[in-house]
């Protein structure tokens, strides 16, 4: 019988399957999350899309956008509705038409809103965001050779 430490599982080849850039200690996780620089905090900063537009696009989630439509769906302002008036990468918030509060001295702010706590409800589509919707699709089949080339 062999003895494994307090806590270990065996392992067998099978059983494990990681990434090899990618680390799992929590320490580790956090600290790339919170120091990730601006172009990786784009895509940390989707949002899920509509029931509707997951369908359509069969795609559950984008990167947020300055002129996407959303639906607030947690918080204090849930199921409130609003064009992303600006993605806040530094802060990891979005801010939304309307979604503001007024100052003590009389001045409007907007009020951030992290993008999991939306869902994207029309999408602001240009042929970048075309590309990628099109690139995301789970329908189609991706790969080198179609059937015609097999035949």
């Not at 989707?46 to 795609?59: D, G, I, Q």
């Not at 589509?125 to 329908?139: E, S, T």
């Amino acid at each position: 019988a062999s003895r494994i430490g307090r806590g270990a599982q065996p392992t067998t080849a099978a059983a494990m399957k990681k990434k090899a850039t990618v680390s799992s200690p929590r320490r580790k996780s956090r600290r790339a999350y919170f120091t990730a620089p601006s172009h990786i905090r784009r895509k940390l900063m989707s949002a899920p899309l509509t029931k509707e537009l997951r369908e359509k696009y069969n795609v559950r989630s984008l990167p947020i956008r300055r002129d996407d439509e959303v639906r607030i769906c947690r918080g204090h302002y849930h199921d409130r509705e609003g064009k992303v008036t600006q993605v806040y990468r530094k802060k990891w918030r979005i801010h939304i038409e309307r979604v503001t509060r007024d100052k003590a001295n009389g001045q409007t702010v907007p009020i951030g809103i992290h993008p999991s706590k939306v869902v994207i409800v029309k999408i602001k589509i240009d042929k970048d965001r075309k590309a990628l919707l099109d690139r995301k699709n789970r329908a189609t089949k991706k790969g080198k050779y179609t059937e015609k080339d097999t035949a």
